[in-house]
């Protein structure tokens, strides 16, 4: 599995468990926001050079 993949799967396994848990609503929202909004807002965050980087790490690896 790929790195990026593990984060899916584990940004997937915190959602499901914010909403099974008996939380108030709000706060469930919150940490599902939290958990999905964080790399995206960490992708934003980079250079444009880090960003294009990024991006060519990714093409080759998905000819694997």
Known sequence: M???GKY???AG???VLA???PLPSIL???IVL???GGPVVAYF????????RLRRIRRR????
């Open 61 to 64: 690896q998905i000819g694997r």
């Open 2 to 4: 790929s790195p990026l």
């Open 45 to 52: 965050m980079l250079d444009e050079s880090q960003r294009a």
């Open 8 to 10: 899916y799967v584990g």
């Open 28 to 30: 469930t929202w919150l």
């Open 19 to 21: 909403i099974l848990l």
């Open 34 to 36: 939290g958990v999905l």
């Open 13 to 15: 396994i915190v959602a």
